[in-house]
């Protein structure tokens, strides 16, 4: 079945976008393209874990797991942030979960006690072991690269730097300085949805005006999206939108000055492969990280952040602060009707995917990627 499935998706894959329709619904639905996917996707590429602002200090920490291999994301004595396996070399429990500061990490199991660079430094009763050695045994680092502020690893050892990757998205984003807003929400989620559903609804405005009714729809202009002229790029899509110079949100402040022109009240909407994408206004971002679970669940990192220069201009700060989660909140909860709801139709008999809107046009970019890393 996935043969013909990926030979479909590589045909539409070709076509231009004026002749493209959605993925194939298989593509959703079997567990073939899943296995695919963390073979030739999660486990190769570069994936977001969240910000670097979220472990400012010598031992902070969180967790995460990248497909089914359990990561420990954390700053070390030198400032530097790194990733480290989170399983223990004895009998391989998971060390810790959430998120904290810690000098070590002990397994919960035997308390084996590994330091901020996953070298073992403690484990009782191995002194009768004759093939123990205490030195030689130091937990599996991942590769692990800071890009404006977010932080990526990669299970795959020869992967491109993420900077060479995303140098072209470096100019378009690098003027916002998002790597100093100040983090405000950073939450984890499991939505009842295939990944790729969210990730195609996050990166098109399309829906915007009538599945955001409530919220972003009416302060987002449709004619107004733009497509970078230079086409796709291998590693991200973006676009781009405008809002009113005098609108209340999505413009810079006036203590801004990094962003000029048109840039003042632009926002940038990348989103990086396979599945981290996010919203970049000159006073706010906000993002989702993703990962599959099972095809019909989505494991959510989800976060926002605000320019430094709007929180300290607040006379109130804690309203403010309690509103824009609020706000944000529901937009998440706008998505999260629909893209649960795709799903359900995905999954019905007589569902069929239509064809693409210029205004979906990262959507058959994203297309491509996917045929590219499951169909050649």
Same mark, same amino acid.
């Given at each position: 079945?996935?043969? !013909?499935?990926?030979?479909?998706?590589?045909?539409?894959?070709?076509?231009?976008?004026?002749?493209?329709?959605?993925?194939?619904?298989?593509?959703?639905? @079997?567990?073939?393209?899943?296995?695919?996917?963390?073979?030739?996707?999660?486990?190769?590429?570069?994936? &977001?874990?969240?910000?670097?602002?979220?472990?400012?200090?010598?031992?902070?920490?969180?967790?995460?797991?990248?497909?089914?291999?359990?990561?420990?994301?954390?700053?070390?004595?030198?400032?530097?942030?790194?990733?480290?396996?989170?399983?223990?070399?004895?009998?391989?429990?998971?060390?810790?979960?959430?998120?904290?500061?810690?000098?070590?990490?002990? &397994?919960?199991?035997?308390?084996?006690?590994?330091?901020?660079?996953?070298?073992?430094?403690?484990?009782?009763?191995?002194?009768?072991?004759? &093939?123990?050695?205490?030195?030689?045994?130091?937990?599996?680092?991942?590769?692990?690269?800071?890009?404006?502020?977010?932080?990526?690893?990669?299970?795959?050892?020869?992967?491109?730097?993420?900077?060479?990757?995303?140098?072209?998205?470096?100019?378009?984003?690098?003027?916002?300085?998002?790597?100093?807003?100040?983090?405000?929400?950073?939450?984890?989620?499991?939505?009842?949805?295939?990944?790729?559903?969210?990730?195609?609804?996050?990166?098109?405005?399309?829906?915007?005006?009538?599945?955001?009714?409530?919220?972003?729809?009416?302060?987002?202009?449709?004619?107004?999206?733009?497509?970078?002229?230079?086409?796709?790029?291998?590693?991200?899509?973006?676009? !781009?939108?405008?809002?009113?110079?005098?609108?209340?949100?999505?413009?810079?402040?006036?203590?801004?000055?990094?962003?000029?022109?048109?840039?003042?009240?632009? @926002?940038?909407?990348?989103?990086?492969?396979?599945?981290?994408?996010?919203?970049? +206004?000159?006073?706010?971002?906000?993002?989702?990280?993703?990962?599959?679970?099972?095809?019909?669940?989505?494991?959510?990192?989800?976060? +926002?952040?605000?320019?430094?220069?709007?929180?300290?201009?607040?006379?109130?700060?804690?309203?403010?602060?309690?509103?824009?989660?609020?706000?944000?909140?529901?937009?998440?909860?706008?998505?999260?009707?629909?893209?649960?709801?795709?799903?359900?139709?995905? &999954?019905?008999?007589?569902?069929?995917?239509?064809?693409?809107?210029?205004?979906?046009?990262?959507?058959?970019?994203? !297309?491509?990627?996917?045929?590219?890393?499951?169909?050649?």
């Amino acid at each position: 079945m996935s043969k !013909t499935v990926l030979d479909d998706l590589k045909n539409l894959a070709a076509k231009t976008l004026s002749h493209a329709s959605a993925m194939p619904k298989e593509i959703y639905t @079997s567990n073939e393209i899943l296995e695919l996917e963390q073979e030739q996707i999660f486990s190769k590429e570069w994936i &977001c874990v969240g910000r670097e602002t979220e472990i400012p200090k010598v031992g902070d920490f969180f967790t995460f797991q990248l497909g089914n291999q359990p990561i420990i994301i954390l700053r070390d004595r030198e400032q530097k942030v790194k990733a480290i396996s989170n399983v223990c070399l004895h009998r391989m429990m998971q060390i810790v979960e959430g998120k904290g500061n810690k000098k070590t990490f002990t &397994c919960p199991y035997h308390a084996w006690t590994y330091n901020l660079d996953g070298n073992l430094v403690m484990a009782k009763f191995m002194d009768r072991t004759e &093939c123990f050695d205490k030195k030689s045994l130091k937990l599996p680092q991942i590769k692990c690269e800071i890009f404006l502020g977010w932080i990526y690893v990669s299970l795959n050892e020869n992967i491109q730097s993420v900077s060479d990757t995303l140098s072209n998205l470096y100019e378009v984003v690098s003027p916002y300085r998002m790597e100093n807003y100040i983090d405000i929400i950073s939450e984890e989620h499991v939505w009842n949805t295939n990944w790729k559903i969210l990730t195609e609804n996050f990166m098109e405005g399309y829906h915007l005006p009538v599945a955001h009714q409530g919220t972003v729809g009416p302060y987002f202009n449709v004619l107004d999206t733009e497509f970078d002229d230079r086409g796709a790029f291998d590693g991200f899509t973006y676009q !781009t939108f405008t809002k009113n110079e005098d609108a209340l949100v999505g413009t810079a402040h006036h203590r801004n000055n990094s962003l000029t022109g048109k840039w003042r009240h632009t @926002s940038v909407l990348p989103t990086i492969f396979p599945s981290h994408m996010y919203s970049l +206004a000159p006073d706010h971002l906000w993002y989702l990280s993703l990962q599959p679970n099972g095809t019909d669940k989505v494991n959510i990192k989800f976060g +926002a952040a605000i320019a430094p220069e709007v929180l300290e201009d607040q006379d109130d700060p804690e309203q403010f602060l309690d509103e824009t989660r609020k706000f944000l909140h529901h937009v998440q909860e706008e998505d999260r009707f629909v893209v649960e709801g795709i799903y359900k139709g995905v &999954c019905s008999p007589l569902s069929n995917p239509g064809p693409l809107s210029w205004l979906e046009r990262e959507n058959h970019e994203f !297309t491509q990627y996917i045929a590219k890393k499951l169909a050649n």
